[in-house]
């Protein structure tokens, strides 16, 4: 059947998943549109340069990964550095290692041997006596006891969530890794790194030869678009899609003030989190330290949590029963959608990390450009 339509496909949103699509797309010899309603690429990875730094705009984004195939195929677009996420917390002016190891530990207890330590975590658990937590103040003292928690996760916990531990549910902390070991490597991954030259560059470098329009916003004007391509892979919101026509899901926003400073060094760290509760940013990021610049000044991102309401900026989606069986409604609608794929943190209303969405994308390739 003869094409009647400009494009086989409008990927809406260029982030990582649209990104992704598109140069799949294109391989496979699929003529391609993207738009995004942003003046830039990336999405939520985003990276502009500051003062000869890439700084990270939505955030830190470290790139980690298990899944050997996913590393394979983001490092054909950027080579990879070998930056290792190692936060620094600190409490009315205590620095702690995180996550919590032996550095942790003999920091707070004085404990030199694996042994000491599990005693002392194991003490502080028996004396809570706590058999079945009932939010999570007492689901974390049952985990780590009260010293860990009451420096390293109340205050923290509590300028996330804007509410206190003791009206949170205990589900929201399953476990708290506890390593007996001196390894401060915040993630478990094989691999590990982040892109030199910035995010930005890598999605350009994904984009490239593909037609993309910026400054677009599909929504204001989506009978048009939807006449432009046979498909639409669809990366915004699941429920802006529908008009909030069932109520608007909800998320957890952040906020952040950058600076630039006119010296070399701020924190000697890229990541040090305010684990107190009357510091009222959550943590700092010094943008320099993810690539190791050595640059005469350095810029740095104090970072706040806010309460999101619609036309912020949706970062996390929150996951509690209300929302998620809003969203399996919205779902139902989607899937009622002909030629629209939903897809990506905000269209499958999923708290993925980068490796996450690669994996999703990928897979939803294979059945899409057969």
């Known amino acids: 059947m003869e094409k009647t339509k400009k494009y086989d496909y409008l990927v809406v949103g260029a982030g990582l998943y649209g990104a992704i699509f598109a140069h799949e797309a294109k391989e496979k010899g699929k003529s391609v549109l993207v ?5 830039k690429f990336g999405g939520n990875i985003y990276t502009e340069e500051i003062e000869g730094m890439q700084v990270h705009k939505y955030g830190a984004h470290i790139f980690h990964t298990n ?15 070998r930056y290792t996420n190692s936060p620094v917390a600190n409490y009315h002016g205590e620095l702690y290692s995180l996550p919590f190891n032996m550095y942790t530990f003999n920091k707070m207890w004085g404990v030199v041997t694996p042994e000491e330590a599990e005693a002392q975590i194991e003490k502080q658990r028996k004396e809570a006596g706590i058999k079945e937590p009932a939010n999570l103040e007492e689901q974390a003292i049952s985990l780590v006891g009260t010293d860990i928690y009451e420096k390293l996760v109340k205050g923290y916990t509590e300028k996330q969530w804007g509410r206190p531990c003791t009206q949170l549910p205990a589900f929201i902390i399953k476990r708290l890794p506890v390593r007996l070991t001196f390894d401060n490597n915040y993630f478990n991954a094989l691999y590990q790194g982040i892109p030199m030259g910035g995010y930005t560059k890598m999605v350009e470098n994904i984009l490239d030869g593909i037609e993309v329009r910026l400054n677009t916003d599909y929504l204001d004007n989506k009978e048009y678009w939807d006449n432009q391509a046979e498909k639409i892979i669809y990366t915004g919101p699941i429920d802006a899609y529908f008009g909030y026509k069932l109520g608007a899901l909800e998320y957890r926003s952040v906020r952040f003030e950058t600076e630039i400073l006119d010296k070399p060094n701020f924190q000697g760290n890229a990541v040090v989190n305010y684990t107190d509760r009357e510091t009222p940013w959550t943590r700092i990021i010094e943008h320099k330290f993810f690539e190791f610049g050595t640059q005469p000044k350095t810029v740095i991102s104090r970072e706040y949590s806010s309460e999101w309401k619609v036309g912020d900026e949706p970062y996390y989606p929150v996951n509690d029963e209300k929302n998620g069986s809003l969203y399996q409604e919205y779902r139902k609608l989607a899937d009622k959608e002909k030629n629209v794929v939903f897809g990506g943190r905000l269209g499958e209303y999923r708290y993925y990390d980068m490796d996450a969405v690669i994996e999703s994308v990928l897979s939803m390739c294979e059945k899409e450009l057969l």
């Open 35 to 39: 738009i995004d309603k942003r003046p």
């Open 67 to 81: 899944n050997k195939r996913v590393w394979q195929y983001i490092t054909q677009f950027a080579e990879f550095n």
